[in-house]
Each structure stands twice: as structure tokens, then as C-alpha cells.
């Protein structure tokens, strides 16, 4: 069963402090992978990957893919406060049930001033 | 450009009751998706609907109907509302094409009492 895994689960850090998130995947006939962060409402995009060792990068976000061993990094330097949320990575595959999308559980980061 | 918009924000039932949410993207995308957010649990896919007129059952189904009522709209309808079914409710849609990304509504925020 393909799967999509997040760790860890909840991290809290100071300004300043350089994060890094994982994000592991099992998914078949394998497309991209997707990072998105949300805050109160709606998940918005951040990245989309689909090929290995090539760094997507937006400020101090960035984020890169290894399709070798499965899975993804979003790093953030600098932390500021604004940056607490929950960061979602999603698996995207050809074909396939539930709308071809796997998302993880997620990593609620709470940056602390 | 709106985006996806989904209606209404806020709801309180009663149990028993029934209720639809509503959802209109206006990107020209195939793919839409209900998804449910409650603690701990990240996103589970209730309902998606590949294209126009095509609807399959996602992780959670139960409890729930969807209607494609054409390309830009697919409803999510609540028969009889449980207090289990207390939750965030996100519509998605995707860009299937070289994009892929998805992209969701500002969540609608259910209580059943």
C-alpha cells in the first residue's frame, strides 16, 4: 500500500534556528512529490518536485528530492515566527485509487521568538 | 481569478440534519477532491472525482455523496449528519497536466451538536 511518511511530527524551534523536514514515500508508479504549508486555513503551495538531486528554493525555503531513497527535505533557514505551521508533503502517482494523491500526516513546526 | 471556492465557511447541525457543501474552481481542471481534516489525522480523502461525471470513494466515505454537477462544481452532501462528522472540510482540485499541483478552498469549518 503506498504510503507517505512525515517525521517528526511536531518541532519547536527559535528565530533564527535552521530547520529541516522529512518526508519518506512508497508510492507506485511514483510522478512528484508536493510540499505545502498551512497555516489556519487552506494548505498553499510550496513546492513541487519530480526529479532527483535538483533544488527547488523560494527565500529561505528550500527543498530537494531523492528518488533513490525515497524521499524529500524541506529545509528552512533563518526561522522567524511567521514560519509556525504545519508543512503537508504529498506523493503524486500515475493511475491508480484515491485521486492519485498520497499526503502524510504532516509536521506542525512552532517557531518561538 | 477566484480559485476554489467552497460554501459555506462555518455550519452548525443538528444531528440527523442534512447539508451540502459547495465547490467551484475556476482553473478548467478535471480533478477535484473533498478531503476532511481532523486532529492528528492529517488530510483523508472522502470522495474525487477524476472528470466530469466520473466519482470514486476515497479513504472515508461513509456518511457522505458527491455531485459532479459539471467541470467547475462538485458538491458534498451530508444525509444525515453525525456528531462523528464534526470537522474541516477542504474541496481540491488539480492540475493534472505538466503543472500537477492542487490547489485547495478556504476550508469549511462543520459542527454537528
Known amino acids: 500500500e503506498d504510503k507517505v511518511v512525515q517525521s517528526p511530527l511536531s518541532l519547536v524551534v527559535h528565530e533564527g534556528d535552521t530547520v529541516t523536514l522529512n518526508c519518506s514515500y512508497e508510492?507506485?508508479?511514483?510522478?512528484?512529490l508536493l510540499w505545502y504549508k498551512q497555516e489556519k486555513k487552506a494548505p498553499t503551495f510550496l513546492f513541487m518536485l519530480?526529479?532527483?538531486?535538483i533544488e527547488k528554493k523560494s527565500g529561505r525555503l528550500s527543498s530537494i528530492l531523492d528518488k533513490k531513497e525515497l524521499f524529500s527535505i524541506l529545509n528552512i533557514t533563518a526561522t522567524q515566527t511567521g514560519d509556525s505551521a504545519v508543512y503537508l508533503c504529498?506523493?503524486?502517482?500515475?493511475?491508480?485509487?484515491?485521486?492519485?494523491?498520497?499526503f502524510g500526516k504532516g509536521t506542525k513546526l512552532s517557531v518561538k521568538p | 481569478n477566484a480559485g476554489v471556492t467552497q460554501t459555506p465557511k462555518f455550519q452548525v447541525l443538528k444531528t440527523g440534519q442534512s447539508m451540502t457543501l459547495q465547490c467551484a474552481q475556476d482553473?478548467?481542471?478535471?480533478?477535484m477532491y473533498w478531503y476532511r481534516q481532523d486532529p492528528g489525522m492529517g488530510l483523508r480523502l472522502i470522495y474525487y472525482?477524476?472528470?466530469?461525471?466520473?466519482?470514486d470513494k476515497g479513504e472515508v466515505p461513509n456518511g457522505y455523496n458527491v455531485s459532479r454537477l459539471n467541470k467547475r462544481e462538485f458538491s458534498l452532501r451530508l444525509e444525515s449528519a453525525a456528531p462523528s462528522q464534526t470537522s474541516v472540510y477542504f474541496c481540491?482540485?488539480?492540475?493534472?497536466?505538466?503543472?500537477?499541483?492542487?490547489?485547495f478552498g478556504e476550508g469549511s469549518w462543520l459542527t454537528v451538536v
Open positions: 481540491a482540485s488539480r492540475d493534472t497536466g505538466a503543472g500537477n499541483t492542487i490547489y
Open positions: 508510492v507506485t508508479n511514483f510522478r512528484s
Open positions: 519530480t526529479s532527483s538531486g
Open positions: 504529498a506523493g503524486v502517482r500515475y493511475g491508480g485509487s484515491q485521486g492519485n494523491l498520497i
Open positions: 482553473m478548467n481542471h478535471n480533478s
Open positions: 472525482s477524476a472528470s466530469e461525471g466520473t466519482t
